[in-house]
């Protein structure tokens, strides 16, 4: 994936590279463009790895979310059984 200057510039002004070492930033050189094409692999694998992490954040909140809302389903059906059966229990 090849990344030009202005969506390099972009993603360091939204602070989506603030994770890479300020070395790695301050290799940046307009001239050496393998340098610069390493630096933007490393830059992609980068966000892309956080961006995977955040999925995998979100969909175990989501099940936890799941399975607190199953938990309360059950207890209220419960509850809701005892009052209308009250002489099963």
Same mark, same amino acid.
């Given at each position: ?36 094409? @390493?630096?933007? $692999? +490393?830059?992609?694998? *980068?966000?892309?790895? =956080?961006? &995977? /992490?955040? #999925?995998? %954040? !979100?969909?175990?909140?989501? @099940?936890?979310? $799941? +399975?607190?809302?199953? *938990?309360?389903?059950? =207890?209220? &059906? /419960?509850? #809701?059984? %005892? !009052? ?6």
């Amino acid at each position: 994936m090849n990344i030009n200057k202005k969506a390099l510039s972009i993603l360091i002004a939204f602070g989506a590279i603030a994770v890479i070492p300020n070395t790695a930033k301050a290799q940046y050189h307009p001239g050496n463009q393998q340098t610069n094409q @390493q630096l933007e $692999q +490393q830059i992609i694998q *980068q966000i892309e790895q =956080q961006n &995977q /992490q955040y #999925l995998q %954040q !979100m969909l175990q909140d989501r @099940q936890r979310q $799941q +399975q607190r809302m199953n *938990q309360m389903h059950n =207890q209220t &059906q /419960q509850i #809701l059984d %005892q !009052m209308v059966f009250p002489y099963y229990y």
